[in-house]
């Protein structure tokens, strides 16, 4: 008798993407509800939208749709319960945050470390690009900040690269998005359909 | 004993838009089990996008966003059980479509007329930019389809401007979008959302 695998989902999120923010939040909690595993893949947004000509995040790009991002985020976190605060620095330059990710995908504390950066960028205002923040996000979780922080520096942290170009090879071109095998999806209201998906594909 | 109002949503549309086709397909049906009321509302994209700086639909520019929302048509509409070919000109030219739309919206029969205009662009691949096309489907509704091109190319149409111009004012940047009052929703994801935030401030 053979044992079924486990259906399992791919997130795909960068740090200073707001509507990755309450998705990061609550991912875990409703996938387990179906029994449904969560592989955490930070990436980099900079280079996709590089390769479609974006030098800014397209919310600064197109004001329409920035204002309308911004209100909706608040109407979505008073909806989740989950606080929030417009950050003065838009987008965070969250390549260090998410090297520091790509160690904790290895060493089993991704989830919880995520979840803590979202917090500090969305809810909390602090800058993510500063060592310092980060440093006080990993002592919080009872980690080696010091080590960490070197390994993220010293070459660790360069699978990020190879898991944005990864990305980009999956056709995704924004965040949130969740993979299941060969099927992408978009945007924090399709989580739901992507655990869907992983339930019926297994 | 004064009557509270029936809660109202506004319908932002566009026919070239395919996310809008199946919230077109099932938003009477949605709004009815709430006792929502839904204004339907076509306007145009062109302005829209060429006040973003684009001359083509997005899902042209950036082709991985294209890839993607063709497959997405696909699963959506197969959820929601309703037919679905990927159409050979894109984006339809719907200026005539939706001029005599804003007829129907005078005249009552707009959401059928509208139901039918997504099915000939979406699930019958057929031209809407062809008088023929809209004269077909004004008689299937039992209408005077001659007297109905005739009022809608030589004058009334022109409502389409200024609903279009009210669109952008409302800060509307894409389709389909929901409005109550001041509160936009984009995406036919946030259907639900914008049927329950009606339901709350009425």
Known sequence: MTQKPS???DFWYEFASPYSYPVAMRIDALAKASNVTVNWKPFLLGPVFSAQGWQDSPFNLYPAKGAYMWRDMERICQQQGIPFQRPQIFP?????AAKVAMI????????PYSRAV?????ALDMDIFRPETIRSILADLDLNAAQILDRAQTGEGAHLRQQTEGAIKRGIFGAPSFTVGAELFWGGDRLQSAINWALDST
């Open 7 to 9: 259906p399992t989902l």
């Open 92 to 96: 965070a330059r969250s390549v260090l």
């Open 104 to 111: 904790g995908a290895s060493d089993g504390w991704i989830a």
């Open 118 to 122: 979202y917090t500090a960028v969305f």
